[in-house]
């Protein structure tokens, strides 16, 4: 009787004991997502790298907190005056306060980044996904098309296609990056697909019957994300340095909108009588790049497994 009313009360009741696919799951992932959250607390880059990035968020959500001119507020009688006391980066030709135009153009140079960031992240992930565990024919056509995009340099696509566009704004030169830079994410993720697509937990799955929508979202992408995170997030300061590099070569964002790319583009012509003109948004990229790419190989070496290994 003793050993009858401990089987009855160590089962559940209302049903059969839980299946091995989701036994355990939420244990694991908050295990996965703390372990990676330790990591990351230790690494001196990633804390420089965050406290960085969000003073530069801050920012381009806020300018207004950060500068107090008004940024189209131009006099040409105090046109391309030195730094000084009353205008910390001096003045551009027009005459506007440097220090607030720098400012502003973190909005336009940031928001470029991030929208081509998160969208190829997404459908990269998506076709690297499909193209990995599929195979066959769906591979062979989507890693076919990633090859004919990989033939066109991304920089020489986006001055080829923008340069024939009249008008220019933050979602046209977007989406012009996205359509010749989703293909590196979509090998990464397929190589990150396939290397654990093979994976005890992934053939024990399909034993139990689970289907290919269920395998993928609870056993294939929380282990495969790792390496495309990070990635991403190096990316997204590749692509505020190609913002700014397009819009230098008078092929990216337009006036009136305010970029660090723009305030490059105008500055060339006076460089060695004003270099403070080059000087100042150039710093302000190279930072961003910085803490953007600092922040993406932390997440990389945090997120990846073999490194907790060493």
């Known amino acids: 009787m003793t050993e009858l009313a401990r089987s009855r009360s160590a089962a559940p009741a209302g049903g059969p ?3 091995p696919t989701t036994q355990g799951r939420p244990q694991e992932d908050a295990s996965l997502w703390m372990d990676t959250w330790r990591s990351l607390r ?7 790298s965050a406290v960085l990035l969000l003073v530069l968020i801050t920012v381009a959500l806020f300018p207004q907190l950060f500068a107090t001119h008004d940024p189209r507020e131009c006099f040409l009688g105090r046109s391309r005056q030195e730094p000084s006391a009353e205008h910390w980066f001096g003045t551009d030709i027009q005459g506007c306060d440097y220090y607030t135009r720098v400012i502003y153009g973190a909005a336009n140079s940031m928001a470029v980044g991030v929208i081509v960031t998160g ?11 499909m193209a990995a565990y599929f195979g066959g024919w769906v591979d062979a056509v ?5 090859d004919l995009i990989f033939a066109i340099p991304y920089m020489l696509g986006a001055l080829v296609f923008l340069a024939v566009q009249e008008n220019r704004n ?5 989406f012009i990056l996205i359509v010749f830079t989703w293909p590196t994410m979509a090998r990464l993720m397929r190589g990150s697909v396939l290397a654990v697509i093979n994976n005890d937990y992934v053939t024990a799955a399909r034993a139990l019957g689970a289907g290919p929508l269920t395998i ?3 056993h294939i992408i929380p282990n495969s994300l790792g390496p495309v995170v990070g990635y991403a997030a190096v990316y997204t300061g590749v692509i505020i340095g190609a913002e700014a590099t397009l819009t230098f070569l008078g092929v990216g964002l337009q006036l009136p909108a305010i970029s660090w790319g723009l305030q490059l583009n105008d500055a060339q012509s006076y460089l060695q009588q004003m270099p403070h003109l080059l000087t100042f ?7 961003t790049v910085f803490a953007f790419t600092t922040m993406g190989e932390a997440l990389r070496d945090a997120l990846d497994p073999k490194s907790k290994k060493r």
């Not at 989507?142 to 990633?146: A, C, I, P, S, V």
């Not at 933050?170 to 977007?174: L, Q, T, Y």
């Open 42 to 48: 230790k690494n001196p880059w990633f804390l420089v």
């Open 142 to 146: 989507l890693m076919r098309l990633t």
């Open 119 to 129: 969208s190829i992240l997404v459908l990269g992930s998506l076709l690297g996904l």
């Open 170 to 174: 933050v979602w046209d030169v977007a």
């Open 281 to 287: 948004p150039l710093i302000f990229v190279a930072l």
């Open 17 to 19: 004991a839980p299946s």
């Open 216 to 218: 993928m979202r609870r």
